[in-house]
């Protein structure tokens, strides 16, 4: 199972925005509902947003609902989070997974992204 590779971390301030990607294999994402999450230091991993096969359905985790807003491209297997109006307890390194709900599909994990908001 080829691991995904998100990207499009950084440093920003506060109130700026982040654009992050994430590249799946097509075993991994073909099918699936998609899914991104974060992990905090010494937090567990919580769930970020969710979207549908079809892209038809998106959900949200409350802290980020009218800020974040997933997308994805089928053709590349590719899923996205537009982060708007980040907030320095946005900082976390951030991840993508194949989702049923708001659980994560696969064990394996990419390396993720770091998302450092200062204030």
């Known amino acids: 199972q080829v691991q995904p590779v998100e990207s499009g971390g950084g440093l920003v301030q506060a109130g700026g925005s982040l654009r992050l990607s994430c590249a799946a294999s097509?075993?991994?994402?073909?099918?699936?509902?998609m899914g991104w999450f974060r992990q905090a230091p010494g937090k567990e991993r919580e769930f970020v947003a969710g979207?549908?096969?079809?892209?038809?359905?998106?959900y949200y985790g409350d802290s980020v609902k009218g800020r974040f807003t997933i997308s994805r491209d089928n053709t590349r297997n590719t899923v996205y989070l537009q982060m708007n109006g980040l907030k320095p307890e946005d900082t976390a390194v951030y991840y993508c997974?194949?989702?049923?709900?708001?659980?994560?599909?696969?064990?394996?994990w990419g390396q993720g992204t770091q998302v450092t908001v200062s204030s």
């Open positions: 979207i549908s096969w079809t892209g038809v359905i998106t």
């Open positions: 997974n194949a989702v049923r709900g708001r659980s994560p599909v696969f064990d394996s």
């Open positions: 097509e075993r991994t994402f073909s099918g699936y509902s």
